[in-house]
């Protein structure tokens, strides 16, 4: 059983499609997070939700919006996508334990392509 | 500005002990630090994680100082397996609380 599982795998797209990418963990996690990795192999946070609720929300362009609807899901829908959103976004999650983050287990990636 | 600094490269050989330091200045007094591995096309793989001294698992060591502005993985023993890239993840504050992954060290393990 795939711990943490993304659809789709690959995402190729036009400018100014609106697209989805799912998240959804099966190891009862209380928080899960989105981050970015650019073609430079830099890994960046976007967001993390904790118990459905958002906790971090980096600078990030209003075109993406994280939905959780519930603990074992953390969904990105992304707006009017431009080129330099391509890049691979990984899903993660993991458990907080007295304010601590502990280990993160992540997805496979999703990587996104805007033709 | 809180800052994640790593090397960018570590070349090795098999069997020996490879040691990848990590500064992080601003880290939050309450954070652990946390250290991944990731290979082409896959998701970042947890190492090991530490608050101060020295932690060990079976696939590696951790060493912090007492100041925690920096932190060194030490995998002893590496293997052509271990060719990959590493990053450290802390958190920071500065005006506000931040998840910073480092820009990655990547290692090349040669026969």
């Known amino acids: 059983d795939t711990a943490v599982s993304q659809t789709p795998k690959y995402l190729v797209t036009q400018m100014g499609n609106d697209k989805s990418i799912k998240c959804e963990q099966n190891l009862g996690h209380d928080t899960m997070y989105w981050y970015k990795q650019d073609s430079k192999k830099f890994l960046k946070i976007m967001f993390s939700?904790?118990?459905?609720?958002?906790?971090i929300n980096e600078t990030v362009p209003n075109r993406f919006s994280p939905k959780s609807p519930d603990k074992a899901h953390l969904n990105l829908h992304i707006n009017s996508l431009e080129l330099g959103d391509s890049a691979v976004y990984f899903c993660a999650s993991s458990r907080i334990a007295g304010g601590v983050y502990n280990e993160q287990f992540f997805g496979p990636g999703t990587r996104l392509t805007v033709l | 500005l809180a800052k994640t600094t790593q090397p960018i490269s570590m070349d090795s050989y098999e069997g020996q002990e490879v040691n990848i330091t990590c500064s992080h200045n601003?880290?939050?007094?309450?954070?652990?630090i946390t250290w991944y591995q990731q290979f082409p096309s896959q998701g970042p793989r947890f190492i090991i994680q530490?608050?101060?001294t020295k932690v060990t698992n079976e696939v590696a060591s951790l060493f912090i100082p007492a100041d925690r502005k920096s932190s060194t993985l030490s995998l002893p023993r590496v293997s052509l397996s271990d060719t990959a890239v590493y990053y450290c993840?802390?958190?920071?504050?500065?005006?506000?609380?931040?998840?910073?992954f480092g820009s990655g060290t990547r290692l090349l393990v040669r026969p």
């Open positions: 530490g608050y101060k």
């Open positions: 601003n880290i939050a007094t309450n954070d652990y």
């Open positions: 939700y904790n118990n459905k609720e958002l906790i």
């Open positions: 993840l802390v958190g920071v504050r500065d005006s506000s609380y931040k998840l910073i």
